[in-house]
């Protein structure tokens, strides 16, 4: 009962690093890279990926894609199943970028793992630091 206890107090600082590996793990999965080149709206349409786009007055825009209806373009954005359009004026538009999908995966499939190793080695790190410098059998 007293190993019980005994690695309760001490491992609850041992999961705080695991904790933030884990946070940090979502934070990366969750990142959207986009072209340092900008694109034109003909190839934002032809594309039908996601699009970055940056306004004149500096607001930035996020939409899954781009659409043009006749002369009217269009920013889409899928939101809990419903498709919202924003209405986009070319004369507004100072900047288009393209979702670049080749970085985003590269750098989630080399991020995680070394994430995921990098939580591995700090527990066993921590587990022989912590089990050489006491007396963890001692009953007393």
């Not at 190993?3 to 609850?12: K, S």
């Not at 009217?72 to 538009?93: A, E, M, S």
Request: aromatic share 16%; proline share 1%.
């Amino acid at each position: 009962m007293y190993l019980f206890f005994y690695a309760m107090i001490h491992y609850r600082s041992f999961f705080k690093p695991i904790a933030l590996i884990l946070v940090l793990s979502i934070l990366f999965h969750g990142c959207q890279i986009y072209h340092k080149s900008t694109a034109t709206i003909d190839q934002a349409i032809d594309s039908e990926q996601k699009v970055k786009v940056i306004l004149v007055d500096g607001s930035k825009y996020y939409f899954d894609q781009i659409k043009i209806d006749g002369d009217i373009l269009y920013g889409v954005n899928n939101i809990h199943g419903q498709f919202k359009n924003t209405l986009l004026h070319r004369d507004q538009i100072t900047y288009l970028y393209l979702f670049d999908t080749a970085k985003s995966k590269k750098r989630t499939h080399i991020l995680i793992p070394v994430l995921i190793s990098g939580a591995i080695i700090l527990l066993i790190g921590y587990g022989i630091y912590s089990f050489s410098n006491t007396d963890w059998l001692s009953w007393d």
